[in-house]
């Protein structure tokens, strides 16, 4: 439930009914716009309906909200959220291209990367560190090396990182060396690894599942924001579907889906959706005019020696050729780049 005030609300008022919420053992969640302010209610509403909220002073309208996700709705925060790391704003008319390599394979190859995306106009560096992989006998990450690996070409570059966390282990670990903790489509309903990375106060890039509803991945945001963190980025990545030319399926109606349903900023990952670099920019270019936030694409200064999916990334050349390509993309649509 929401709290709508009215535009003649004091302070006093509004404050009144957050401690009246208090008071009931419920949270508030307040937000204020350029037009409207509300108060969101999160508990047993049943308790706060008791005391006849309607009639309190400054109060418009109680405005009951059905879907079982809160804190992510947009109903509880009309304006979009806009996440800063480092500098880097992530959402609102702000457009952000995370990139680099699949897997950490080597402090050079990191670094190449990282010089790579930084020359093509790339904010923040992707790397990882922790690879959940379909095979046991697959490449696994160089883990905590590969968390150094970051820390120090992030104070050699200035550019903010972000790596895949798949263990409440692993994220107790890389809360020390990034400035955003990912979570892959994998872990999407790992509930554990989601609260666990709810109490840090890092930005989190939440990855839709292989085969998730758009409403089974706002849950899974819920469950992150009701630990208090509500920093968190969602990521389309592409879905399990029956078409095999792909490595899935980018569904690319996702993001005015969620536009309507959420405050949060919207990315999305062309190189996991497609699994062929020929398809990388199209897909890019499509994200961009259907109101994406950003981009996380994969790149490696030699994708033919890749460890992990060099068949999906990008050489240094391609990159910058593609950032390019998207700039007049990105400014037709009212974007900074």
């Given at each position: 439930m929401i709290v709508v005030m009215k535009h003649s609300a004091t302070e006093e008022n509004i404050q009144s009914i957050i401690q009246k919420l208090y008071s009931l053992g419920l949270d508030a969640h307040l937000s204020r716009g350029a037009s409207i302010t509300i108060i969101g209610v999160v508990g047993d509403k049943s308790k706060f309906l008791a005391e006849n909220p309607q009639l309190m002073p400054g109060v418009e309208k109680l405005v009951p909200i059905s879907e079982s996700y809160k804190v992510a709705n947009i109903k509880f925060h009309p304006e979009p959220t806009i996440i800063d790391?480092?500098?880097?704003?992530?959402?609102?008319?702000?457009?952000?291209?995370?990139?680099?390599?699949?897997a950490i394979e080597s402090y050079d190859q990191l670094m190449a990367s990282a010089v790579a995306a930084k020359n093509a106009g790339a904010q923040i560096l992707r790397g990882g560190a922790y690879k959940p992989r379909t095979s046991p006998y697959s490449f696994q990450g160089l883990e905590e090396e590969g968390l150094r690996y970051m820390a120090e070409i992030r104070e050699k570059t200035g550019m903010a990182v972000i790596t895949e966390v798949t263990s409440c282990k692993a994220a107790e670990t890389a809360v020390n060396y990034v400035d955003i903790m990912q979570i892959g489509a994998r872990n999407m309903q790992n509930f554990e690894l989601l609260k666990e990375v709810g109490k840090s106060n890092l930005p989190i890039l939440l990855k839709r599942g292989l085969s998730a509803t758009i409403d089974e991945w706002l849950n899974a945001a819920e469950y992150i924001m009701s630990e208090g963190n509500e920093k968190v980025i969602l990521c389309e990545r592409g879905i399990r579907t029956y078409e095999t030319s792909t490595r899935n399926t980018l569904d690319i109606s996702a993001i005015p889906v969620l536009r309507s349903k959420t405050h949060l900023p919207i990315l999305v990952d062309p190189s996991h959706a497609?699994?062929?670099?020929?398809?990388?920019?199209?897909?890019?270019?499509?994200?961009?005019?259907?109101?994406?936030?950003?981009?996380?694409i994969e790149v490696h200064p030699n994708p033919a020696a890749a460890m992990s999916d060099g068949s999906q990334s990008l050489n240094p050349e391609d990159f910058k050729a593609l950032c390019e390509e998207l700039k007049p993309y990105i400014q037709l649509a009212g974007r900074k780049f």
């Open positions: 790391v480092n500098g880097v704003k992530i959402g609102g008319n702000n457009f952000v291209i995370m990139a680099g390599p699949c497609s699994g062929v670099r020929d398809y990388i920019a199209p897909l890019s270019r499509a994200a961009v005019a259907v109101g994406a936030d950003g981009l996380e």
